[in-house]
């Protein structure tokens, strides 16, 4: 059964406290792992797609890298608006259908 | 440009009672989505549609009911709504090629009471 799962389930940092978030998978051919974030009250927002092992992406203070059994979202020097719940989806071999895990939410103090 | 856009954004509905949750997406996307978001599960897929003219069934799709209108709209229905479909409702829809992002409505607070 494809499946996905995310730790921790919540995380508080100080301001420039780096950190990793962690997704899990074990997906039956997997097409792609995507990365969104979501704030309170909205839907999720595209960050990343990674599609295969070794592959790391960045965008700011954010860098997701993918192993053949799970993807790290690293977090460096966090500020407050970096504050949202990340969400990792897989596309498996099922094509256009994604499976998400139920995110991490993470708090940044100033 | 307006994306995914989704009506209503709050409902509150008896048991018992139907409704039909409106999606509509302005970027000429191929499949569209339904994904239900609880606490502490997630999102998960109520159905889908892959492109226009079909539909098939995620992993939570009793209960639902979906119409793909034309290749812009694709609307939920609850046909007697029970107090376990309380939920946040997202429509997105994608490209519909492989490793394609989805692109998410803002959602939909429904409350059974």
């Known amino acids: 059964e494809d499946q996905v799962t995310q730790s921790p389930e919540a995380l508080r940092l100080q301001e420039g406290e780096s950190s990793s978030l962690n997704c899990s998978y074990t997906?039956?051919?997997?097409?792609?792992l995507f990365w969104y974030r979501q704030d309170p009250g909205k839907g999720p927002e595209f960050l990343f797609t990674?599609?295969?092992a070794g592959e790391e992406k960045e965008k700011e203070r954010l860098k997701a890298t993918l192993t053949k059994k799970e993807s790290f979202l690293h977090i460096t020097a966090p500020k407050p608006e970096d504050s949202a719940t990340y969400l990792c989806a897989v596309e498996a071999a099922t094509f256009n259908k994604f499976y998400f895990g139920s995110g991490t939410k993470l708090n940044v103090k100033p | 440009n307006a994306g995914v856009t989704q009506t209503p954004k709050f409902q509150v509905l008896k048991t018992g009672q139907s409704m039909t949750l409106q999606c509509a997406q302005d970027m000429n996307h191929n499949s569209m989505y339904w994904y239900r978001q609880d606490p502490g599960m997630g999102l998960r897929l109520i159905y889908y549609?892959?492109?226009?003219?079909?539909?098939d069934k995620g992993e939570v799709p009793n209960g639902y009911n979906v119409s793909r209108l034309n290749k812009r709209e694709f609307s939920l229905r609850l046909e007697s709504a029970a107090p376990s479909q309380t939920s946040v409702y997202f429509c997105?829809?994608?490209?519909?090629?492989?490793?394609?992002?989805?692109?998410f409505g803002s959602g939909t607070q429904l409350s059974v009471l």
């Open positions: 997906v039956s051919g997997l097409r792609g």
């Open positions: 990674l599609y295969s």
């Open positions: 997105a829809s994608s490209g519909g090629t492989a490793n394609e992002k989805l692109f």
């Open positions: 549609s892959a492109s226009e003219g079909t539909t």
